[in-house]
C-alpha cells in the first residue's frame, strides 16, 4: 500500500510556471508506475502524464506534451509535475496516482490517489 500526498498548487497568471509534488509512503514506492490526472469543475478526471517505476518510460497526454514534464526522486520517493506555459484551461485539481506500469496508470487503472491540490491559472 502507498499513501499520496500532493502539494505546491496555487495561482499563477497564464504562461507562467508551477511543480507540483506527490510525496509517497510505503516500501512498495519503487515498485509502482506514478502518474498525474486532473480534474476541472463540471468535468471528468482525466489522464496527465505518467511516469515508469525506473523512469524511462513516460507519457503524456496531448494536451500538455511540450509544456509539462513528469520526473521523480527514488530516493525521497517523490514524483513531480513541472507545468511550464499553463493557460486558462490547465485549471483543475490535480491528483497523483500509482499503478503497476505506466499503459495501467494511463487508463486510470490505479491502486492509489492522492487527495488533489489545486492548480488556478488566471490573471
Known amino acids: 500500500q502507498v499513501q499520496l500526498v500532493e502539494s505546491g498548487g496555487g495561482l499563477v497568471q497564464p504562461g507562467g510556471s508551477l511543480r507540483v509534488s506527490c510525496a509517497a509512503s510505503?516500501?512498495?514506492?519503487?515498485?509502482?508506475?506514478m502518474g498525474w490526472f486532473r480534474q476541472a469543475p463540471g468535468k471528468e478526471r482525466e489522464f496527465v502524464a505518467a511516469?515508469?517505476?525506473?523512469?524511462?518510460?513516460?507519457q503524456y497526454a496531448d494536451s500538455v506534451k511540450g509544456r509539462f514534464i513528469i520526473s521523480k526522486d527514488n530516493d525521497k520517493n517523490t514524483v513531480y509535475l513541472q507545468m511550464n506555459s499553463l493557460k486558462p484551461e490547465d485549471t483543475a485539481v490535480y491528483y497523483c496516482?500509482?499503478?503497476?506500469?505506466?499503459?495501467?496508470?494511463?487508463?486510470?487503472?490505479?491502486?492509489?490517489w492522492g487527495q488533489g491540490t489545486q492548480v488556478t491559472v488566471s490573471s
Open positions: 496516482a500509482s499503478g503497476s506500469n505506466t499503459r495501467a496508470v494511463k487508463v486510470g487503472n490505479v491502486a492509489n
Open positions: 511516469i515508469s517505476w525506473n523512469g524511462e518510460t513516460l
Open positions: 510505503g516500501r512498495s514506492f519503487l515498485r509502482y508506475a
